[in-house]
């Protein structure tokens, strides 16, 4: 429903701009019509044949005025009229921009007979002088006589030029009708964009509340699921501990010789109640990370020690697998501050994580060094690796690489994810390569503590 209506939203938008665009392009079009009828207004074939009739009528006029004998008009004056009215007719002839003026009507033919009159009494017009007036009353008879004929041409010029405004504003309306029909268009499309933002809105308030709810309601079931496996958890390991104390004394022979079968079984029901301590620890340790519970006492720690001790505290397990543990380099000198407990679960996860996959007959390699302000812990194994579906769930809580009911490794899926939890808390990190079928190597690298504070520490 949220993608329909995004689709939808943005389907709108682009018709609302698609409408703008199309609303600018008509604007400047309607602005450029107003121009046009404008400028034909004042250049149009009407306004030349206008101008035409004018001066040809202020032109006889000045030759009547001239053979009637009027001072007022001089031979100059005609000569001037004379000029305007052939640069008229020359503009009546070619038109504004080369298109002749009402150059289809009939009327039209008068320009050409204009024309070769105005070119046939040039020098007489040219050559008058004062008092000439016969000479100015022949040349008054002669244009006097295209007065009606110019006449007729600027009545069809007016006839063109009212075609042409209703042409224009024909085109006019047009256009400005179907502006207001995108206007309008673009007025309920934006509406519409309104109201769907509004429910898109509503949609979204809603789906963040179910979502804020459903998130109260997962959180307290964790929390609910939390306290029930730390109250279980912690009232397992009375009894599990007790089991286990039990077996050993019987294990050990305290009771007396057991049987072969028996100790066979006793044997194996410790091992298991091992495991199943174990567990119950990992459990109650997650839990107390994720609550912010898990204590810890810093103090200078010699890497070293922490990896004899949880070597030592993976001796039996070692055995059981027949895989051996080894020490290739050892640096005795690298410190950190941190809790030795800790540390000593954080490389002992490591290693019995080690021990579980690799086969039987095979050795797991540890070394302490230092690289610059860093000392790192190196666990290698020659297993099977980590397949590289599995490599960003490694340190997942409850996660397995072979999660089914027949796996042959046990465990609860918390000891790496407790070991970046410790790790993160010692300003430290821990990552691993991996190749399948040649093994795995995991590093811990933690903040070396110089030599000066350590002393200091320890005093």
Known sequence: ?????????????????????????????????????????????????????????????????????????????????????????????????????????????????????LRQ???????????????????YDIFAAYSEDVHEYTLAAKEEQAQMDFVARSDLISLSRVMVYLSVGMGLASLLLAVLFLAETRFHRRLAREKADLLEQAQEAYRAKSQFLATVSHELRTPVTSIKG?????????????????????????CNSDRLAAMINDILDFEKSESGELNYSFKP?????????????????????????????????????????????????LLSNALKFSPRGERVEVTVDRTGDRARIV?????????????????????????????????TGLGMSISKAIAERHNGRIFFESEVGKGTTFYVELPVLEAGRAQAATA
């Open 121 to 139: 009494q040039e020098d007489a017009v040219l050559s008058l002088s004062p008092g000439d007036a016969p000479e100015a009353a022949r040349l």
């Open 301 to 349: 720690v010699t890497l070293a020690s922490v990896v004899r001790e949880a070597i030592e505290a993976n001796r039996g397990f070692e055995a059981r697998q027949g895989v051996t543990m080894t020490v290739p380099a050892l640096d005795e000198d690298v410190q950190v501050e941190g809790d030795t407990f800790r540390l000593v679960q954080l490389v002992s996860n």
């Open 246 to 270: 039990t077996l050993g004394l019987m294990k050990g022979g305290l009771l007396g010789e057991l049987p072969p079968k028996m100790a066979r079984m006793v044997d194996i029901a410790h």
């Open 1 to 117: 429903m949220n993608g329909g209506f995004k689709v939808f939203r943005w389907t709108i938008v682009c018709t609302v701009l698609f409408a703008l665009c199309l609303i600018a392009v008509g604007l400047v079009r309607l602005q450029s019509s107003l121009d046009e009828i404008s400028e034909t207004k004042r250049a149009g074939p009407m306004w030349i044949a206008n101008q035409m009739e004018f001066e040809l009528l202020r032109f006889t006029e000045a030759l009547a005025r001239f053979s009637g004998g009027s001072p007022e008009v001089t031979p100059d004056d005609l000569q001037f009229r004379f000029d305007i009215l052939w640069s008229r007719h020359n503009l009546a002839e070619t038109g504004q921009e080369g298109m002749p003026a009402a150059a289809g009507a009939p009327e039209a033919q008068v320009l050409d007979r204009l024309g070769d009159e």
């Open 379 to 411: 666990v290698r194994d020659f297993g099977s690796g980590i397949s590289e579906s599995f490599a960003s769930k490694v340190f997942d809580r409850f996660t397995q690489e072979d999660s089914s009911n027949t796996r042959s490794v046990g465990g």
